[in-house]
């Protein structure tokens, strides 16, 4: 069925625009290899504190990979023995999260997706656990800049998911109402965000680290990928 009452798209970055197991699980083995100094054991633990399996590279759904911020990360494994203050190995997380664009997987051709979202006249956004400045660096990356009309990350002041703080800046931002957005996205931690806002749709997708169990309670609608949106949104 339709939603013509939808008129705006909030989407999260790394699993839902991005194929997660496929873009993330080398960037997060360097995370925990920078966080351990090279200690190779050391890091395999920080990855396993992190909910990610050092021999597979696959993340869970809603573990500390899966779902924090660089600072949430870099506390936990400061917490479990690396030796950085947790300044500065979120420094060094976010600058490796930043460094770590040019290897990403897109889902799609995110150009031509969003283009056709904004010929439908929807609003559209991105809202990540990622530093803003990897997010700005995705979007020139894939050439999504005239199409995006509000960036969110867990450092613009806007609070980190699973609060609502990102949905209610979109639609300050933007002067859409909650109840006409969309938040599309690959964990729980999205979903909450969704509801915590007021947003008027949840849908998740299964590029990411969550699963259709662990999507199914808190989404309105699990898809396998954004490349099913236009069917639910424009029947």
């Known amino acids: 069925m339709p939603h013509p009452s939808i008129t705006a798209i909030l989407f999260d970055?790394?699993?839902?625009?991005?194929?997660?197991?496929?873009?993330?699980?080398?960037?997060?083995?360097?995370?925990?290899?920078?966080?351990?100094?090279?200690e190779v054991a050391f890091a395999a633990q920080l990855m396993r504190h992190g909910g990610m399996d050092p021999d597979t590279s696959i993340t869970a759904a809603d573990g500390l990979l899966a779902a924090a911020t660089a600072r949430e990360i870099a506390t936990a494994w400061v917490a479990e023995g690396a030796p950085f203050t947790v300044d500065?190995?979120?420094?060094?997380?976010?600058?490796?999260?930043?460094?770590?664009?040019?290897s990403v997987v897109p889902v799609t051709d995110l150009a031509a997706f969003f283009a056709r979202l904004k010929r439908r006249g929807m609003t559209l956004g991105i809202a990540s656990s990622d530093g803003k400045a990897s997010i700005e660096k995705t979007v020139e990356r894939f050439e999504l800049t005239p199409f995006v009309d509000f960036i969110a990350g867990y450092d613009s002041g806007y609070g980190v998911k699973p609060?609502?703080?990102?949905?209610?800046?979109?639609?300050?931002?933007?002067?859409?109402?909650?109840?006409?957005?969309?938040?599309?996205?690959?964990?729980?931690?999205?979903?909450?965000?969704?509801?915590?806002?007021?947003?008027?749709?949840?849908?998740?997708?299964?590029?990411?680290?969550?699963?259709?169990?662990?999507?199914?309670?808190?989404?309105?609608?699990?898809?396998?990928?954004?490349?099913?949106?236009?069917?639910?949104?424009?029947?």
């Open 13 to 38: 970055k790394d699993g839902t625009l991005l194929d997660y197991q496929s873009s993330w699980g080398q960037i997060n083995r360097r995370a925990a290899m920078i966080a351990a100094k090279g």
């Open 88 to 102: 500065a190995l979120t420094a060094l997380l976010d600058e490796e999260f930043c460094n770590s664009v040019g």
């Open 163 to 235: 609060g609502g703080g990102m949905v209610t800046a979109f639609c300050a931002h933007t002067g859409v109402a909650p109840s006409a957005v969309a938040v599309v996205g690959d964990n729980g931690h999205d979903m909450e965000m969704a509801h915590a806002g007021g947003a008027g749709l949840r849908i998740g997708v299964l590029t990411g680290t969550g699963t259709r169990e662990s999507l199914t309670p808190l989404s309105d609608r699990v898809l396998g990928s954004i490349e099913e949106l236009e069917g639910v949104l424009f029947g």
